[in-house]
């Protein structure tokens, strides 16, 4: 469907509901309707359409319009159009209705509204606080505009209640927030009756550093900094969804050169990544040798990314308008050597990791994730493509180069950790593949344009396929080239409770391979 | 089973031999430094800096670098209308000061300020330490509010490539077993108690370093609701690791460093 026929089924539909229609750029189509109606119109286009809720948000838009917002970003994939439902609520009523009942992806959303902006989702199923512990005192609520960037509150001692699991011989195993392996803090609540797990309550945002309010009226140039630091190894991809939703406002095409810079990193960072969970997947079997030859291999993709920016997380590589220096120029023949070297020291390491029985019985059926409850949370990425959802923002929303290149989704179905895996071996060979073509085909010429001045007030998204997949930012500027308003929602998110719902019924023993099968960032989630 | 034993005769060691020998290859982003014939004082890059850390001397007007704030984005090197920025190779940064790091002097509000038995101000503790952990040291990781930037790269220090153990470091699994608290991340609101309860679990003598901007200064994240400005508002920090992130072998320059073995 274009957006001019989802448009017009909505308003066959709906007509009364809906108060105005922004058509903005090619593939974003905003809807404002009245608040009351909001349960309705997202169920049906959740579930008569078919559109996954890929994002929501607040926004403090009293100095501008005398309300608060929230934003309903729906996605159709097949045409690649980004539906957005918005409602205006006023400041002396502060409540708008949950639609978690009906889109359940929407529960996290609307708890971290709740907690960020004090706006209460009336009829939430379960609207405990989720960014904030205990420490934080009820009725202050940071990305408010009148709350002031700096003010630390004084520390507030209330008990974080879990969800209990009460019958004989079940218990509960609390661990973290300090771990035992070199890994990011959350704590995690495990409910089990001898060796299985019976639920998993997944407690976040201990890295929470308000991100999204340390942007609000910095200039533009400083938050793609910010952007790069989201998740350190997701450096790149954030930072590349960042500028395109300025470029889109600014009205700017990169140069085609550009485009191709930017797709080598994007794979160089994923097949980083992916090595690098290949490796842990191993390491958490116990299985030393395989692991030590992803680590290697990854050792590789660190040198190559040295080499071309002098950053092994690849920052400071994205300008705005572009990329800041011609970097693979000179550098092809030394790229594509290094890059046909690990494709093949890969695929022998494959072939003997396959060839395993061992390893291949602890993985296989571990950790299952149902195709069913992977749409319902709308998972993203890897995960939702081992459960058999054919998801990929370079296939849904391409830019002109993805375009070009050919690549297939890996089909896989189980959703255990074997498909996990599968799934990121062949993104490995696909990422070394789209390298190479995109070395090949890239046509020479300039790599970025120049921003002057970004007109206030515009807001668009900006989506790139990270490592752990669909990652959507949204922004609107403000006055005199800076941020009004940034959300950030990065896979994570998006997959932390479908990796609660994937532990259930497997041993405690393996839910370390299971959480390394997702890799999840903390720190792309608490933000 | 024959296709294992191959590969581990082809690859018998990828190990480099840091610090005993310099890098063969050394990284192109390491300190920035001001050329100061060539700096004109335009001020360009000191309202540019995304984590303000340059900064200008308020009797001399000269402009200086806080690397503990640095995030080594590159971009005064960019800007500089007269060319006077240039990153250096330079990556062996760690200090036992942070004041080391800074041209501007460092302001801590008097009610931040912890007192405390702070044990490393002893002269004994040299001594005492090197009595006590002999030639081996071990390490628990804590990540108290990073990016995770830092976290992999201490994960690197795991990897074939670096390979710590051979410096007789080894990470641990809790703090009860460790004698440096190894600490990343700007000492989040939520982390605080956490980081705190890790401290004290640390049996005495204990060493804390600090890994990263964010740990140093609280680096792009600072003055923000969430964070503090440098875990050193928290917990006593021997010795503090610049960058964003440091490489592993700046970090390994950086823990050798507090155990004084350089
Ligand atoms: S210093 Fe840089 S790399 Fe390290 S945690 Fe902070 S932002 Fe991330």
Redesign the pocket.
Known sequence: MTAIEINKKLIENFGDDIIKTVKAYENELYLEIKPDRIRELSGYINHEMGYPLVSMFANDETSLIGKYAVYYAFADRVSGILLILKIGIEPEQMTFESIAGKVHAAARYEREIKDLFGLNPVGHPNAKRLVFHGNWPRETFPLRKAYDLKHRPDFAKEKINFSKVISAGVFEIPVGPVHAGIIEPGHFRFSVAGEPIINLEAQLYFVHKGIEKLCEGESLEKCLFVAE?IS?DESFTNAYAYCQAIEKIAGLKIPERAEYIRVVFAELERLTSHLGDLGGICTDVAYGFAASQFKMMRGWAYGIADELCGMR?LRGVNRLGGVRKDFVAGKEASLIRQLKKIRSEFEETEVIIKANSFFIDRVENTGILSAQIAADLNAVGPPARAAGIRSDVRKSFPNRVYRQLSFAIPEHHNGDVNCRMNVKIEECYQAIDLMLAAIDSMPAGRIRESITTVAPYQFAFGMTEAPRGENIHWVMTGENNTIFRYKIRTPSFCNWPALCHAVKGNLVPDFPLINKSFNLSY?GNDL | MFNTIKKIIKYPNLTQNYPRKALLSLPKTGKTVIDMKKCTGCGECLGRCPSQAIVRDAQTKVLGINLDTC?FCTLCEEICPSGAIAMTNQFELAEEKRTALRSSTLVIAEDQEIVMPYEAICAELVKRIRKTFGRSLNIREVDA???????Y?INAMNNPFNDVERLGMHFVASPRHADMLLV???ATRNMQLALIKTYNATPDPKLVVA??????SG???RDSYATSNGIDNIVPVDVYIP????RPQAIIYGILKAIEKL
């Open positions: 630091r350190g997380f720190a | 995030v509010g990073s990016c995770n930037g830092c976290d790269e990343t991340g700007t890994v990263g901007a964010c740990a140093c680096g792009i994240f960058g964003c992130p440091p």
